[in-house]
């Protein structure tokens, strides 16, 4: 039914709800305890950088970035590649950095050591999608949005360290 989303025809099955919802929930936590974690107190008494969306804008684009990036750890996962578990184990690192973000740059007001953080992120997303894109087009294709996106924020979050140091 959902051959098309197989890359390399090794797929454990053409599709598997309880494991695509486990990459989904999993990636879902991660934002839901990010979130937790940093709350977003005192974003409105931020001096913003030019082109910073709305507040409300920040939880709607995450979750559909969350929602993609399961799909895409699960489009990996279902390839069943021999260097799959490597490349999913990087996913869940970048996963994990990406949730202490909003705690360091929100709840600790460490704006620069954020950024730097963001690098990190940066480069480590970049990892997981060179691994997906071995293993899966289609999960690497779904991961760009959320490098743009961290992209942009790591723009924010240097504009937000500059504008109120």
Known sequence: MFSFLSSRGKSRNPFNLRAFLFFEALTLAAGIVGGLLGGINGFDNLIKPPLTPPAIVFPIVWTALYLMMGFAAYLVWNENDVDGGRVLRMFLLQLVVNMLW????????????????LLLLIALVTLT?????????????????????????????????????
Do not use: C, E, Q, T
Not at 139 to 152: G, H, R
């Open 129 to 165: 999608m060179s691994g997906f894109r071995y293993i899966s087009k289609p999960a690497f294709y779904l991961m760009v949005p959320y490098l743009l996106w961290i992209l942009f924020a790591a723009y924010l979050n240097l504009g937000f360290y500059l504008l109120n140091a």
């Open 102 to 117: 909003p705690f360091f740059f929100f709840r600790l007001g460490w704006r620069l050591f954020a950024f730097f953080w």
